[in-house]
């Protein structure tokens, strides 16, 4: 079946843009991730969405993050006013529930660059 | 600025021959540990998992090892080939905790010379 997906695929914006980045994590999947890699890093985790439960917005860098998952589907971040140190590859994963053992699938991501 | 990509570990193997991966952990409450690789310009994919009441799994071609004492996570694969040339990474998470996100390793690149 069809995995993740993300859209754009790359963004290039300019700095102090406001930029609004997709997700479509596979269907009946409850649970959804965002995380961000940066060149040659591991993945930072942003924010966790498990169902109707509250977002879990930990790892959210600043409040100019923000991240939206309507009916239970369709995720956006959205990242207000961009510094260059925003430029990034942003994942978004997907798994059947919030279990430990559940595992992620991950999107292809999309490549932000802040100029 | 400084190319954070230099400082990434580099394990460079002969087609054919077996590769080892090594990861160290720092949480001793994580119990639950994934590999994941990531070919460029891709999201990283499971390879296979293992929970801290095993010191060991296999699936096909690959084997991780767990050591608690120790800290430490190893992946190896046998008779490497061509396309596991990626980044592998390693990740961890508290079984049943309330966090939900992984914890993600820096990752090791993995070369394979034909």
């Known amino acids: 079946g069809a995995g993740v997906s993300q859209s754009p695929s790359n963004k290039v914006t300019e700095k102090g843009k406001d930029v609004e980045l997709r997700c479509d994590p596979i269907?009946?999947?409850?649970?959804l991730y965002w995380y961000r890699q940066s060149l040659g890093q591991g993945l930072e985790f942003l924010i966790y969405f498990q169902g109707n439960s509250a977002p879990d917005k930990s790892g959210l860098p600043s409040d100019r993050f923000s991240a939206e998952r309507t009916g239970g589907s369709v995720s956006t971040l959205t990242i207000q006013r961009t510094q260059q140190e925003d430029s990034a590859v942003y994942l978004c994963?997907?798994?059947?529930?919030?279990?430990?053992?559940?595992?992620?699938?991950f999107g292809p991501g999309t490549r932000l660059t802040v100029l | 600025g400084e190319s954070v990509g230099l400082h990434l570990p580099t394990l460079s193997v002969q087609e054919g021959d077996n590769s080892i991966i090594n990861c160290a952990y720092s949480?001793?409450?994580?119990?639950?540990f994934i590999w994941y690789k990531q070919e460029s310009g891709k999201g990283p994919q499971f390879i296979i998992d293992?929970?801290?009441?095993?010191d060991k799994r296999q699936g096909q071609r690959v084997t991780v090892l767990l050591n608690k004492t120790v800290k430490h996570l190893s992946l190896q694969i046998a008779a490497t080939q061509p396309g596991d040339s990626a980044v592998y990474f390693c990740a961890e998470k508290s079984y049943g905790g309330s966090q939900g996100n992984l914890i993600f390793g820096k990752g090791t690149k993995l070369s394979v010379k034909p």
């Open positions: 994963a997907s798994s059947l529930g919030g279990r430990t053992q559940d595992t992620q699938y």
């Open positions: 949480n001793s409450a994580s119990d639950y």
């Open positions: 293992i929970r801290s009441n095993m």
């Open positions: 269907s009946g999947h409850t649970a």
